[in-house]
């Protein structure tokens, strides 16, 4: 039984274009978070779209960065 090579589920044309879409997605939300704690009074604030916000604006983010790394060849 050969083993057979790792193949990218996408392709590797692609890795630009996603690197800039998501790092895009993520920036947009990270200032959507900020300007959110901003404007917000301390009273207002809720713990629980806090931490979502954060966590959607970071896996974003990290796979922007991700795919920015793959597409100037730098293989992580």
Do not use: D, H, Q, W
């Not at 690197?19 to 207002?44: D, H, M, P, Q, Y």
């Not at 806090?50 to 793959?70: I, N, P, Y």
């Amino acid at each position: 039984m050969a083993a057979s090579p790792i193949a990218s589920p996408t392709a590797v044309a692609m890795y630009p274009t996603l690197s800039v879409f998501t790092l895009a997605i993520g920036l947009v939300i990270t200032a959507f978070f900020f300007i959110c704690e901003a404007t917000s009074s301390r009273k207002n604030r809720s713990l629980g779209i806090e931490l979502a916000t954060a966590a959607v604006a970071s896996v974003f983010l990290g796979f922007g960065s991700l795919f920015l790394l793959l597409a100037s060849g730098v293989y992580v």
